[in-house]
């Protein structure tokens, strides 16, 4: 394998099965799993610890730049440190995600994360997912996937997530949710959710994440390949 780090970029709506199809992904090429949207969360904790609201653009300009986020891996397991402090088991909370959305719009709080993910794709091979990845922040990863998914199956995989947990769920709610984020992602005017001219589409509505995980490993294989024709 050549020694220069390989990028894959997963990008995509939440709930079209990114991370389970990367780790998948980085499992079967070796390759360093780098979950983006946990550094937005873990930036969207700090902001909420600090007391500054979602609105308050200004505050996250200022107040995100002294944020001491960095990534480890434990056990194969990326583990995201706050100041230090392992926050995995804070991102997950719709509190979290709903701040991490509203002030991922924030171009000062982007460019801050983008560049710590940019020094981990010139360190390491990667996959990585998220939502600027193959357009910002590796443009030219070898491999590029635009990973959808229909609105009804995403909430369905969401409602199940949290009947799984025992946790009250709505379907009509999620759906509704998962409708306005898509669109506040996608509409942001920095590095909104769109995809790449050179990423292929992947629609996983009617695919297990296995099956989605070969598709990008065919990919894969296939540029590697012509990469040492090459030379
Ligand atoms: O994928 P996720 O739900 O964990 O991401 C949380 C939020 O972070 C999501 O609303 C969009 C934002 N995000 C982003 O703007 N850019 C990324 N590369 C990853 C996530």
């Given at each position: 394998m050549s020694k220069i780090p390989v990028s894959i970029a997963i990008d995509g709506p939440a709930g079209a099965g990114k991370s389970t199809v990367a780790k998948l992904t980085a499992r079967k090429t070796g390759y360093i799993y780098v979950d983006t949207g946990a550094m937005y969360r873990a930036m969207a904790l700090f902001l909420i610890r600090r007391g500054?609201?979602?609105?308050?653009a200004e505050a996250i300009s200022r107040v995100s730049q002294e944020a001491d986020i960095s990534i480890e891996y434990r056990d194969g397991e990326q583990v995201v440190l706050l100041d230090g402090e392992n926050v995995n088991a804070f991102l997950r909370t719709e509190e979290v995600g709903k701040m991490a959305s509203a002030s991922s719009v924030n171009a000062d709080l982007r460019r801050k994360l983008v560049e710590l993910q940019q020094e981990l794709g010139a360190r390491t091979s990667v996959v990585m997912d998220g939502r600027d990845i193959g357009t910002?922040?590796?443009?030219?990863?070898a491999v590029k996937i635009f990973l959808t998914a229909s609105v009804e199956e995403r909430a369905m995989r969401r409602f199940k997530e949290l009947q799984a947990k025992g946790e009250p769920a709505d379907l009509d709610t999620i759906a509704k949710d998962i409708e306005e984020r898509d669109y506040r992602d996608s509409h942001?005017?920095?590095?909104?959710?769109k995809q790449a001219e050179d990423a292929i589409l992947i629609d996983s509505?009617?695919?297990t994440a296995e099956e989605v995980a070969e598709q990008i490993l065919a990919i894969w294989q296939q540029v590697m390949d012509q990469e040492k024709e090459k030379g």
């Open positions: 500054i609201g979602a609105e308050d910002v922040v590796l443009p030219h990863a942001r005017a920095v590095s909104p959710l509505s009617k695919m």
